[in-house]
C-alpha cells in the first residue's frame, strides 16, 4: 500500500472510517480539474530525469511547492507528458488506455516500442483525430483523455456520488454501517453492511436448509464502485459477508451506469432504487445453483476459472483447497461457486486490496448465470 505520495502512479489510500474516506475523495477532486480541447491539438512527449522537460517541470514544482519526485515516477511508469498550453504535464499509467482510445489505436507492440517513437505515433494519429478531448488533470498528472464530444464521457462528482449513496441507504435500508473503502488513481469504491435487512436472505436459506446445507452466519452488504477517468462507470454490487472469517462473496451481475450521453445523478438515483429488487433476484440466482448437479467437479471447477480468466496461481489455490474440503464426489454448483469465493480470501490474506479484489469479485459474480453443465465433462482436465 502506498499513501507516501499521492501524485505516485501506484498511490492506494484504504480508509477504515466513512468520513476519512469522503475526507480523501474531497483532497483528491480539490487537486483535480478537466480541460476539455481539440483532440487534433494534443500533443505528447518523452519524459527523462534530465532535460528542457524536466527542468520545466522542476521549475514549476518550485513555484508551486510540489514534489518534484513526479518526475522519477513518471520516468518509471509511462514515460510520457502531454502539453497544454506550452505547460508540460506527466502522464500517469491509468491515462494509456483512453489516450490510445481517443487516437484510435491500440496493439500491446506499442508497449515496446522506445518511448519518442511512442510519443511520435500518438503525436500523428491525435493530428487526425476529430472532436473534443476530455482531460482529467489529477494531483499533477494527467489521469484520462477521454471522448469530449456531447454523447461521449460524461462527468459526475465523486463526492456526490457517494455521499448520495449513503443518504440514501440510510434513508432506505436498515443497519447501514460504513466498512471500509479505498482510493486509487482510476478507481475508487467503498462497502457497507445492510445488518438489519436479513430479510433479504430469508428465502436463500429456507433453500439450504432444504438442501441439508448448515447456513453459515451472513450478511447482506453492497459495494459502490467508480471511476472518473473511463476504467468504470457508477456500479453498485449486491454481495453477501458471510462465514467466522468475514469474507465476501459476489452475487451476480452489478447495477450499472456508464459515464455517457448526459447521464447524470438523477441517473444514477434511478439504479440504486433497484437495490432490493436486485438483491432478491441475486439470491435467487444463487439459491438455483443449489439444484445444478456437477458428476465431476474438479474439471468444472477448473473449467470456469478458466472461463472466467481467473489466473493459474489463484485457481490451483483453489481447486486444491476445494478437494481438501469437499473433495471429488458429486456435488452442486453451489458448492463450486463457493470454493471460486474462497479466491477473494486468499487474497485478503495475502494483503491484497483496492482494484485487485474488486477486479476479482467481478470475475467471480459472473460464474453465477454460466452454463455450468458445459463444464461437467469426465476425464483428464489439462490446464
Not at 489505436?105 to 510519443?119: N, P
Not at 438489519?196 to 450478511?219: H, I, N, P, R, S
Request: glycine share 8%; hydrophobic share 40%; proline share 2%.
Amino acid at each position: 500500500m502506498n499513501e507516501a505520495n499521492v501524485y505516485a502512479d501506484g498511490y492506494l489510500a484504504v480508509l477504515q472510517r466513512q468520513e476519512d474516506f469522503l475526507d480523501c475523495i474531497r483532497s483528491r477532486m480539490m487537486n483535480s480539474s478537466w480541460d476539455r480541447r481539440k483532440a487534433k491539438t494534443l500533443r505528447f512527449a518523452e519524459l527523462t530525469e534530465e532535460g528542457m522537460i524536466a527542468d520545466q517541470i522542476r521549475e514549476k514544482c518550485a513555484r508551486e511547492g510540489t514534489d518534484e519526485g513526479i518526475i522519477a515516477d513518471t520516468v518509471s511508469n509511462t514515460g510520457l507528458v502531454l502539453r497544454i498550453k506550452n505547460e508540460y504535464y506527466p502522464v500517469r499509467s491509468c491515462a494509456i488506455k483512453s489516450i490510445l482510445d481517443r487516437a484510435g489505436i491500440s496493439g500491446a507492440g506499442l508497449r515496446r516500442l522506445d518511448r519518442s517513437v511512442y510519443a511520435r505515433i500518438l503525436n500523428d494519429c491525435m493530428k487526425v483525430t476529430k472532436g473534443d478531448a476530455l482531460i482529467r488533470l489529477s494531483e499533477g498528472k494527467i489521469s484520462a483523455v477521454l471522448g469530449g464530444d456531447g454523447s461521449d464521457y460524461a462527468i459526475i462528482d465523486m463526492e456526490q456520488l457517494f455521499r448520495h449513496t449513503i443518504d440514501y441507504l440510510t434513508a432506505n435500508f436498515k443497519g447501514v454501517n460504513y466498512l471500509a473503502g479505498f482510493y486509487e488513481h482510476d478507481k475508487v469504491s467503498a462497502i457497507w453492511e445492510l445488518s438489519g435487512e436479513m430479510a433479504l436472505l430469508d428465502a436463500y436459506q429456507k433453500e439450504l436448509a432444504l438442501a441439508g446445507k448448515t447456513a453459515e452466519e451472513m450478511t447482506p452488504i453492497v459495494r459502490v464502485t467508480t471511476s472518473d477517468t473511463g476504467a468504470g462507470g457508477a456500479n453498485i454490487y449486491p454481495m453477501l459477508l458471510y462465514g467466522k472469517g468475514n469474507q465476501t462473496m459476489s452475487l451476480g451481475e452489478a447495477l450499472r451506469l456508464e459515464h455517457k450521453n448526459g447521464t447524470n445523478l438523477a441517473e444514477y438515483d434511478k439504479q440504486l432504487r433497484l437495490l432490493y429488487g436486485k438483491y432478491q433476484y441475486a439470491m435467487g440466482n444463487l439459491a438455483k445453483l443449489l439444484h445444478i448437479e456437477i458428476i465431476n467437479p474438479i474439471n468444472c471447477m477448473k473449467g470456469v476459472m478458466d472461463k472466467l480468466g481467473i489466473a493459474r496461481k489463484y485457481s490451483a489455490d483453489a481447486v486444491d483447497m476445494f478437494e481438501a474440503k469437499v473433495g471429488t464426489d458429486p456435488c452442486t454448483a453451489h458448492d463450486i461457486y463457493y470454493g471460486i469465493s474462497e479466491i477473494l480470501f486468499r487474497l485478503a490474506c495475502d494483503g491484497e486490496e483496492g482494484s485487485v479484489i474488486t477486479a476479482m469479485e467481478e470475475k467471480i459474480a459472473r460464474a453465477i448465470s454460466i452454463n455450468w453443465e458445459e463444464y461437467d465433462i469426465p476425464g483428464t482436465y489439462r490446464w
